[in-house]
């Protein structure tokens, strides 16, 4: 079982900046793939960023350019820095981790952390 806990969210103007961090309960990143997601309001969760085993990242187009994924192993945090922040980007974002090798089919999921962008 591996529990994650998000936190950073809250409100923020037009332009700015947050850091959303993710600790896991456990060192898990040698065999999950860590991913940021976020629902809005009436639409589908999206998946926004992921960190692989071996540290390679991808991006959803929308946030290419404003947005970091990162992660601390001695912390077992990961992290998502978002910059240039638009309204658009308001939503509930989640913590993923999903289990590869032996840990394939594994899945979990934070509780998520509200970030609204407004002015």
């Known amino acids: 079982q591996v529990q994650l806990v998000e936190s950073g969210g809250g409100l923020v103007q037009p332009g700015g900046s947050l850091r959303l961090s993710c600790v896991a309960s456990?060192?898990?990143?040698?065999?999950?793939?860590m991913g940021w997601y976020r629902q809005a309001p009436g639409k589908q969760r999206e998946l926004v960023a992921t960190?692989?085993?071996?540290?390679?990242?991808n991006y959803v187009d929308s946030v290419k350019g404003r947005f970091a994924i990162s992660r601390d192993n001695a912390k077992n945090t990961v992290y998502l820095q978002m910059n240039s922040l638009k309204p658009e980007d308001t939503a509930v974002y989640y913590c993923?981790?999903?289990?590869?090798?032996?840990?394939?089919?594994?899945?979990?999921w934070g509780q998520g952390t509200q970030v609204t962008v407004s002015s």
């Open positions: 993923n981790a999903r289990g590869t090798g032996w840990a394939k089919g594994l899945d979990y």
């Open positions: 456990r060192s898990i990143f040698s065999i999950y793939v």
């Open positions: 960190i692989s085993i071996n540290g390679s990242t």
